[in-house]
């Protein structure tokens, strides 16, 4: 069973900065080569792709929205992935999601990945 948990959502002003952990359990399987993404979807939109990384190789991509802000990171040893979210504007307010595509490449199609987690809220206040 695969498990994808996240934390460290909350209410910050605008300007500020948080950071997302989302740690894997994957009760023993090996996923070999394998893609963590970042989603986000606000009230009344589309689930957005934020960032994306390529486990093995840490190749990153992201959103242009959020490029130069947020930061995409990998801790192997732990199994988590991370985004670090600096100068957060009122329109990075959403729910975030972290999800697992079993493959190589670096997608930002929802359809590409497999495993989700449960979402975190981020409410920025301007």
């Known amino acids: 069973q695969v498990q994808l948990v996240e934390s460290g959502g909350g209410l910050v002003q605008a300007g500020t900065s948080l950071r997302l952990s989302c740690t894997v359990s994957?009760?023993?399987?090996?996923?070999?080569?394998?893609?963590m993404g970042w989603f986000r979807q606000a009230p009344g939109k589309e689930n957005e792709f934020v960032a994306a990384?390529?486990?093995?190789?840490?190749?990153?991509d992201y959103a242009d929205s959020v490029k130069g802000r947020f930061t995409i990171s990998r801790d192997s040893a732990k199994k988590t992935v991370y985004l670090q979210m600096n100068s957060l504007k009122s329109e990075d307010t959403a729910v975030y999601y972290c999800?697992?595509?079993?493959?190589?490449?670096?997608?930002?199609?929802?359809?590409?990945?497999?495993?989700w987690g449960q979402g975190t809220q981020v409410t920025v206040s301007s």
């Open positions: 994957t009760s023993g399987r090996n996923f070999g080569v394998y893609t």
């Open positions: 990384i390529n486990w093995n190789e840490a190749r990153t």
């Open positions: 999800a697992i595509d079993l493959g190589p490449d670096l997608s930002r199609m929802t359809r590409d990945y497999t495993y």
